[in-house]
């Protein structure tokens, strides 16, 4: 299956990825053939492409990154926010980014005009009929090849040390890179197979690990051994080392439990400074530059240096510049560590996450009781929702991560065809008014609204045919303790073959095992209610938990800024794949809060926070001098009373003000500021 379809049809270009998501790009006077452009110099994989001739493009209300060539080189030039403006560009070689999905990459040389229209949708025109090559990168990724090795220490060795095959020999561009191409997924078997793709793209790095046997030691090194591509093996010893014989380089860790945070604060540093040196040698530069200097990271060096090399260089550098400079690493994982539980590393890796074991929790304050919700908690970001717990027990914060719902999740990547539906069921009819919630919030949502079916009284055979019938979201509002309850019986899911609704909000107390089990037959998460919390879920935090979910919030960051804002703690936890979104969300990647606070003489801080899903990006803020920065991080921007006007006016997200989350209308005052 190609991992993105292409189509011109009329005066449309039309793209559409593995997930559905889809882009379209308006022409005017296109015209084919023409001679295709070379991509390269573009540190990204381009899935597919088209080129044409044309006199004026459109695009959608996306942002944009703008660059051009120079001596080989791709120079950033300037980003494209939200604000209406004209751009007249000299004649050049462009490339153009937008932040669609699938990502867009327009490629043309010549003079342009580019404008922000009315629409918010962005037009670039020609004076002249232009050759454009529009090319496109897949947005999700899936994993192509599948690794198998013996159920022991040696073989999961065997297997860390290919898992960075998608990342290749890129240097500094891994940064970029981990963020697309998934790794290969893991099993178990008597005999050890690595496809022929698989090896012949694992790089040379020079780079060894090599700890002591044990799953123990293996789980923690794997985002180590992913991102550096390092050649992992166990040996008879107490602390695992790290060596890298051509540049001279031998690095001791501490035995467990610190190896855990010392491999992973390695992992930590190694990617964001990647990061760093790419986007400073492409001239653009992030505000987290002004904690070094050119001597410290020499970027003409270090972009061109291999993995041994750069990883020598970061490890001189003092730890106290780094924790100051770089935001703390918010995806962690904590897994108990045995061979059964391994085939989760590639899940884990695909999102950059650490690996870690549930004894250090406290350590981040991930272990129970340490990180509860609750109204006035604290900033509007003072949570933590990337946690992912493949354990017992897991802390109030984090979401049950089930093996089976990431593998599920690879199935949906693939409904190509099927119709992206959300199904509201009322079997208790005293609880109607729980399903105005979904229907409101999707049905409202701003700018586009989305289509919600609502069926009541559905009876057993009614409720398994809509279970196995492809679905975004289905939300069951009756009782599901232990099955679902219809006007004529029950129905256990584990006696379906397959459950193909692929969200589930589970709204009945103790629906626990309900989740379980539509995981098991094929769902990729469940919204439940659990049995050892206070049987307590008020209209206002349903409520507010939809609305985060229509804006594109993950369901279990939707959850926990639902209960900072709404009432409190309720009964509500996340089982399967934590941080899934329902479709057709927003071309952005993440969910976004607008934190703002008076300043005094008429002037207000704004707390900004982007949901990323995987690190490796950075943002703007729309302010005058705000700088680019890393994404993950609280960012605080100061501006007046025309800033608060104009962020009302061009954003959809949310906004934090004296406790409570208010949703901006650009046709209104905001109320609580007017």
Same mark, same amino acid.
């Given at each position: 299956?190609?991992?993105?379809?292409?189509?011109?049809?009329?005066?449309?270009?039309?793209?559409?990825?593995?997930?559905?998501?889809?882009?379209?790009?308006?022409?005017?006077?296109?015209?084919?053939?023409?001679?295709?452009?070379?991509?390269?110099?573009?540190?990204?994989?381009?899935?597919?492409?088209?080129?044409?001739?044309?006199?004026?493009?459109?695009?959608?209300?996306?942002?944009?990154?703008?660059?051009?060539?120079?001596?080989?080189?791709?120079?950033?030039?300037?980003?494209?926010?939200?604000?209406?403006?004209?751009?007249?560009?000299?004649?050049?070689?462009? =490339?153009?980014?937008?932040?669609?999905?699938?990502?867009?990459?327009? %490629?043309?040389?010549?003079?342009?005009?580019?404008?922000?229209?009315?629409?918010?949708?962005?037009?670039?025109?020609?004076?002249?009929?232009?050759?454009?090559?529009?090319?496109?990168?897949?947005? /999700?990724?899936?994993?192509?090849?599948?690794?198998?090795?013996?159920?022991?220490?040696?073989?999961?060795?065997?297997?860390?040390?290919?898992?960075?095959?998608?990342?290749?020999?890129?240097?500094?561009?891994?940064?970029?890179?981990?963020?697309?191409?998934?790794?290969?997924?893991?099993?178990?078997?008597?005999?050890?197979?690595?496809?022929?793709?698989?090896?012949?793209?694992?790089?040379?790095?020079?780079?060894?690990?090599?700890?002591?046997?044990?799953?123990?030691?293996?789980?923690?090194?794997?985002?180590?051994? =992913?991102?550096?591509?390092?050649?992992?093996?166990?040996?008879?010893?107490?602390?695992?080392?790290?060596?890298?014989?051509?540049?001279?380089?031998?690095?001791?860790?501490?035995?467990?439990?610190?190896?855990?945070?010392?491999?992973?604060?390695?992992?930590?540093?190694?990617?964001?400074?990647?990061?760093?040196?790419?986007?400073?040698?492409?001239?653009?530069?992030?505000?987290?530059?002004?904690?070094?200097?050119?001597?410290?990271?020499?970027?003409?060096?270090?972009?061109?240096?291999?993995?041994?090399?750069?990883? %020598?260089?970061?490890?001189?550098?003092?730890?106290?510049?780094?924790?100051?400079?770089?935001?703390?690493?918010?995806?962690?994982?904590?897994?108990?560590?045995?061979?059964?539980?391994?085939?989760?590393?590639?899940?884990?890796?695909?999102?950059?996450?650490?690996?870690?074991?549930?004894?250090?929790?406290?350590?981040?304050?991930?272990?129970?009781?340490?990180?509860?919700?609750?109204?006035?908690?604290?900033?509007?970001?003072?949570?933590?929702?990337?946690?992912?717990?493949?354990?017992?027990?897991?802390?109030?914060?984090?979401?049950?991560?089930?093996?089976?719902?990431?593998?599920?999740?690879?199935?949906?990547?693939?409904?190509?065809?099927?119709?992206?539906?959300?199904?509201?069921?009322?079997?208790?009819?005293?609880?109607?008014?729980?399903?105005?919630?979904?229907?409101?919030?999707?049905?409202? %949502?701003? /700018?586009? /609204?989305?289509?919600?079916?609502?069926?009541?009284?559905?009876?057993?055979?009614?409720?398994?045919?809509?279970?196995?019938?492809?679905?975004?979201?289905?939300?069951?509002?009756?009782?599901?303790?232990?099955?679902?309850?219809?006007?004529?019986?029950?129905?256990?899911?584990?006696?379906?073959?397959?459950?193909?609704?692929?969200?589930?909000?589970?709204?009945?107390?103790?629906?626990?095992?309900?989740?379980?089990?539509?995981?098991?037959?094929?769902?990729?998460?469940?919204?439940?209610?659990?049995?050892?919390?206070?049987?307590?879920?008020?209209?206002?935090?349903? %409520?507010?938990?939809?609305?985060?979910?229509?804006?594109?919030?993950?369901?279990?960051?939707?959850?926990?800024?639902?209960?900072?804002?709404?009432?409190?703690?309720?009964?509500?936890?996340?089982?399967?794949?934590?941080?899934?979104?329902?479709?057709?969300?927003?071309?952005?990647?993440?969910?976004?809060?607008?934190?703002?606070?008076?300043?005094?003489?008429?002037?207000?801080?704004?707390?900004?926070?982007?949901?990323?899903?995987?690190?490796?990006?950075?943002?703007?803020?729309?302010?005058?001098?705000?700088?680019?920065?890393?994404?993950?991080?609280?960012?605080?921007?100061?501006?007046?009373?025309?800033?608060?006007?104009?962020?009302?006016?061009?954003?959809?997200?949310?906004?934090?003000?004296?406790?409570?989350?208010?949703?901006?209308?650009?046709?209104?005052?905001?109320?609580?500021?007017?």
């Amino acid at each position: 299956m190609d991992p993105i379809d292409v189509d011109v049809s009329g005066p449309t270009v039309r793209a559409v990825d593995l997930s559905d998501s889809t882009v379209e790009i308006e022409t005017m006077g296109w015209d084919t053939p023409a001679p295709a452009v070379d991509l390269d110099p573009i540190p990204r994989r381009i899935h597919a492409s088209v080129s044409g001739r044309a006199s004026e493009l459109v695009f959608p209300a996306v942002h944009a990154n703008v660059f051009a060539i120079e001596d080989d080189s791709i120079v950033h030039l300037f980003d494209v926010e939200t604000e209406r403006e004209t751009v007249e560009l000299p004649e050049r070689c462009y =490339y153009f980014f937008l932040l669609s999905r699938p990502l867009t990459v327009v %490629r043309f040389d010549g003079t342009a005009t580019l404008q922000r229209r009315s629409d918010q949708r962005l037009g670039l025109s020609f004076d002249h009929s232009t050759v454009v090559t529009l090319g496109f990168s897949d947005a /999700p990724s899936y994993p192509r090849h599948t690794i198998t090795v013996a159920p022991t220490t040696d073989g999961l060795a065997t297997a860390l040390s290919h898992l960075s095959a998608p990342l290749g020999d890129s240097g500094v561009q891994n940064a970029s890179l981990a963020r697309e191409g998934h790794p290969p997924l893991l099993e178990f078997g008597d005999e050890t197979v690595v496809p022929d793709a698989v090896a012949g793209s694992v790089p040379e790095t020079g780079i060894e690990l090599i700890v002591p046997d044990g799953p123990e030691w293996l789980f923690p090194a794997t985002p180590f051994a =992913y991102y550096l591509g390092a050649t992992v093996t166990t040996a008879d010893r107490d602390r695992p080392v790290i060596r890298a014989p051509a540049v001279g380089l031998t690095h001791e860790f501490d035995p467990l439990p610190e190896f855990q945070i010392q491999v992973g604060k390695l992992v930590r540093r190694t990617f964001q400074l990647d990061l760093l040196v790419k986007t400073r040698y492409d001239a653009l530069s992030l505000s987290e530059w002004s904690h070094f200097s050119e001597e410290s990271l020499d970027v003409d060096r270090l972009e061109g240096a291999t993995n041994a090399e750069r990883l %020598r260089t970061y490890l001189e550098l003092p730890e106290s510049a780094l924790e100051t400079a770089l935001p703390e690493w918010k995806r962690r994982w904590y897994v108990d560590p045995t061979i059964e539980n391994a085939t989760v590393l590639p899940f884990a890796l695909n999102d950059i996450g650490l690996v870690l074991q549930p004894d250090v929790a406290d350590r981040f304050g991930d272990a129970p009781g340490q990180n509860e919700t609750g109204v006035g908690r604290g900033d509007p970001v003072d949570f933590e929702p990337f946690v992912g717990w493949f354990a017992d027990s897991e802390p109030d914060h984090a979401y049950q991560g089930r093996i089976q719902g990431f593998e599920n999740e690879l199935e949906f990547v693939q409904y190509r065809d099927a119709d992206v539906r959300r199904v509201v069921v009322v079997n208790d009819p005293d609880r109607a008014s729980a399903a105005e919630a979904t229907t409101e919030s999707f049905r409202e %949502r701003p /700018p586009d /609204p989305l289509p919600v079916e609502v069926h009541r009284n559905v009876s057993h055979d009614e409720l398994a045919d809509l279970l196995s019938t492809p679905t975004d979201l289905l939300h069951f509002v009756g009782d599901c303790d232990g099955s679902f309850a219809c006007p004529d019986g029950t129905l256990d899911p584990a006696h379906l073959e397959d459950v193909d609704a692929r969200l589930l909000v589970l709204d009945g107390p103790d629906s626990v095992d309900v989740g379980e089990a539509v995981i098991e037959h094929g769902s990729v998460a469940a919204v439940v209610r659990q049995p050892d919390r206070e049987p307590t879920l008020s209209s206002d935090v349903r %409520r507010l938990f939809f609305n985060l979910l229509a804006a594109g919030f993950p369901l279990n960051y939707a959850r926990l800024v639902a209960e900072q804002y709404a009432a409190g703690r309720s009964d509500l936890g996340i089982v399967g794949a934590g941080l899934a979104r329902i479709a057709e969300n927003d071309p952005g990647n993440y969910g976004h809060l607008h934190g703002i606070e008076p300043a005094g003489d008429g002037r207000f801080v704004v707390e900004d926070y982007a949901y990323v899903k995987r690190p490796g990006y950075y943002w703007n803020p729309d302010f005058p001098d705000a700088e680019s920065t890393f994404t993950g991080k609280v960012v605080r921007n100061t501006t007046d009373a025309a800033g608060i006007k104009a962020l009302v006016r061009h954003t959809d997200d949310p906004i934090v003000y004296d406790g409570r989350i208010y949703w901006p209308d650009p046709d209104d005052l905001f109320y609580p500021l007017a």
